[in-house]
């Protein structure tokens, strides 16, 4: 690994750690023992790395949503889908934990995070329909029912690790709390499921949980 | 209003305008052109006057859980204490913009927002519980089916106003804004809630919300 890539992979470890406001370039340089001057051949400043692994964001999001998808879903998919949800929001926690300043300060940054928003809404929107288009789900009661589910997946799922994080006195997050993450998500649609189609994704999600390694 | 209370209120606004990590006691006696002494002479640091605006916050969601409230919960009342809930989060969204960096800086700040957050979770956990005594709503699905309804319900009500300001180049939310949340919300219980029951609520929230004056 290059300096360029260890030090936007060490400014990743250490914003998810510490959260981005408490991570400058000194922080950075002096984790990887490197000189200022050899950060400064590579970027610009902080906001720039930021920018940078912002893009694995939009790629892990985008991916998620335009995978070649079989129709009908299947319950292994479903799950798959909402576990690998979770993971990118705790490989990129600092994002989410700082979103609100990181946005305030970068207005670039800012809409292309609006755009990544709107379509992966718009995504879970398309994702609910084809559930109900394959007779696993109902459709979801009230005027707005499938824009309301997919606003309220989206709520609970960047939100979760932060709660999470709120509620340990470390902000440490372990991979049972992600399990009962999914758990969570998986909730905003249980009422709308085939019970049959919920019970073998959620023995997906137990099987795929267990043979992951624990993550701290 | 004297100086110690004109420089809460002042904080309380700029930090929602610009958000906690922004401001500083710099900002905050320029604003309200009083000598940094002045400021000095009521607070110790910027640190101690978020833990007074906190006792706002907590005092708030206490006054929520604990209000008196008839058995069984009519839909106005149901209506009101979501509007409610969200008003919460629109007068203090400095506090739940920034979050884990406000905890992180703070440990007594911390373990005081836990321990509201807990109870918050549980008294949502116990309205959902007397929703079905009362007959107005079925029991929710799942295991946790109680727990899971909570929780999902925190992290919408907690996360709306965040959510909203991501998507606004300005960070600004509306009154209207405010009224989606509280559908949003409603939505968390919607599949189980007596249809009659939930048509009654959004009308009273309807009501509410353009008797409310707009909100910038």
Redesign the interface.
């Known amino acids: 690994m290059g300096n360029r890539e260890r030090i936007i992979e060490e400014t990743r470890a250490l914003m998810n750690e510490?959260?981005a406001?408490?991570i400058g370039t000194t922080q950075i340089v002096e984790a990887l023992k490197i000189s200022p001057g050899n950060l400064y051949y590579h970027f610009k400043n902080k906001e720039e790395i930021i920018r940078i692994l912002f893009d694995d964001v939009e790629r892990a999001l985008h991916e998620l949503l335009t995978a070649d998808i079989e129709i009908p879903i299947s319950a292994a998919r479903f799950a798959g889908f909402y576990l690998r949800s979770l993971e990118v929001v705790w490989d990129n926690r600092f994002f989410y934990?700082?979103?609100?300043?990181l946005?305030?300060k970068d207005?670039e940054l800012?809409?292309r995070?609006?755009k990544v928003?709107?379509e992966t809404i718009d995504g879970l929107e398309g994702l609910a329909r084809q559930f109900v288009k394959d007779g696993n789900m109902e459709k979801?009661?009230?005027r707005n029912g499938f824009r309301?589910?997919a606003?309220?997946t989206?709520?609970?799922w960047?939100?979760?690790i932060?709660?999470k994080?709120?509620?340990s006195?470390t902000?440490l997050v372990t991979r049972e709390d992600l399990a009962e993450g999914v758990?969570?998500i998986f909730?905003?649609l249980?009422?709308?499921l085939d019970p049959d189609f919920e019970r073998a994704a959620r023995r997906v999600l137990a099987r795929e949980l267990s043979a992951g390694s624990a993550d701290g």
């Open positions: 510490h959260g406001a408490s934990g700082g979103l609100l300043q946005l305030r207005e800012a809409e995070y609006r928003q709107a979801p009661r009230g309301s589910v606003l309220n989206w709520l609970v960047t939100n979760w932060r709660y994080q709120t509620m006195p902000q758990g969570q909730d905003v249980t009422p709308y």
